[in-house]
């Protein structure tokens, strides 16, 4: 490459927690004055700023930006995540959880899984949960971090965080500032673009000012601006998958468990999170709009939070869906202005992380090659449409009939990959990763048989075990993983000894 072709300036369209995450990676590898980098931001806009829950794989940004985790989780007022609790899915009065981490242990190359049906298979039904150290962790509010002993569950412990997206986006701005972001205050009251080949020029600021790029990042938000207003590369709605188009957030005060779980609580039309952080408690009611209206909703919340509320309940409107361009010309889009499922399985800042490590296998020069642009899209359409589908999974496997929305739900058409999948384990209860998807077998696993989907056999490879060994090892498994949660400290007492942020 030429310094005629290298890229000069990037401009980053948008701050919170898209913008910054962005701007801190960038800042990480673009060193030596590679390029500059301008991220454009106005605080008379607010950001979305509820996406406060993460998975395991927020492990790998942070060790990309080589961050101190304790100065991390203190900055954040963040706390420790173990798993997913979902109530009330499958029926009104069930739980379970989709924990970090797997199920017992294989045994002589055949899955845990396989075995666990097995055990079912005959009639000794132990609750699955008891087989994973982070279910056991999530149910006694413990947490540690692995310990890196060998052949033992506490030396290899998945974990993610719940943090408040507001202090994120401050740290990673002061990460990336460090790292010679310039950040640039101000409106965006126009964009330019080449007569020619309709890339992005400049965008001009209400003052006045022209900002100039090579290539932009757009980081909007749901209008994206440069993706979607400009460059017009239109958007594929799936709300006919997935209904909710409305969400009501609120933080309230600290009080009731502070577990190591996002919780999740199905809802007459939609479903409640709960996120707690140190110092307060992130809740919302994703919902439907044409099953309930705004303000029952917001009543609804309100009358199900464990403290008093902080500030007055919001409101955003979405559409489930994707743009049909992630990458178009010289604009990229991450984060919600690139598309938005609700954070039913805490995907949203994954799929910004994704689109920022794609964007860096990607990352192009001046003649931005059209074949590069084209994988990258493709490779983001799955992400999102895997992900897609295994939401969808949560929906369809219901036994609820008591509202019109679950009833709606529980019948809907879904998608073929969807439909394979929920064939394949209702046969064999065999699940196969396609192609390095989010979600492994352990995860679908944990959400087919929490919602009450069981198959009709096993994988026959699992009965080559004799019964006595096979049972002595299946009481072997849950009693180590049992014991080595008594080891684990209390999650608020992890805290409070490693990271406190109010210390």
Known sequence: MTENQRLRRVVIVGGGTAGWMTAAALGRFLKDGYTQ???VESEAIGTVGVGESTIPQINIFNRMLGLDENDFVKKTKATFKLAIEFRDWKQIGHTYHHPFGPYGVDMEGVSFHAYWLRQHAMGLSDDLGEFSLQTIGARLDKFMRPN????????TIAYAFHFDAGLYAKFLREYAEARGIVRQEGKIASVQQDGLNGHVTSITLESG??????????????RGLLIEQTLKAGYEDWSHWLPNDRAVAVPCESGGSISPVTRATARPAGWQWRIPLQ????????????????????AYLLNNLDGAPIIDPFTLKFTAGRRKKSWDKNVVAIGLSAGFMEPLESQSIHLIQVGISRLLAHFPDRNFRQ??????????TFEYEKIRDFLILHYKATERSDTPYWDYLREMP????????????????????????LFNDTSWFAVFVGQGIMPEGHDPM???????????RMAEIKSVIAKSAEVMPGHFEFIKANCDAMA
Do not use: W
């Open 37 to 39: 980098v301008t991220l």
């Open 148 to 155: 890196g002993q060998p052949n033992s569950p506490l030396g």
């Open 209 to 222: 000012q022209v900002i100039e790029g090579d290539l932009f990042i757009d980081c909007s938000g749901f």
């Open 279 to 298: 110092h307060r408690i992130g809740n919302g009611y994703a919902y439907s709009s044409q099953h309930i209206s705004e303000d029952e909703a917001t």
């Open 371 to 380: 074949p590069d642009i084209d994988r990258y899209n493709r490779t983001m």
């Open 414 to 437: 879904i998608p073929d990959y969807l439909a394979d999948k929920m064939a394949l384990f209702k046969g064999s209860g065999r699940i196969f990763r396609e192609n390095e998807e």
């Open 462 to 472: 699992a009965d080559t075990m004799d019964d006595k060994l096979f049972l002595a």
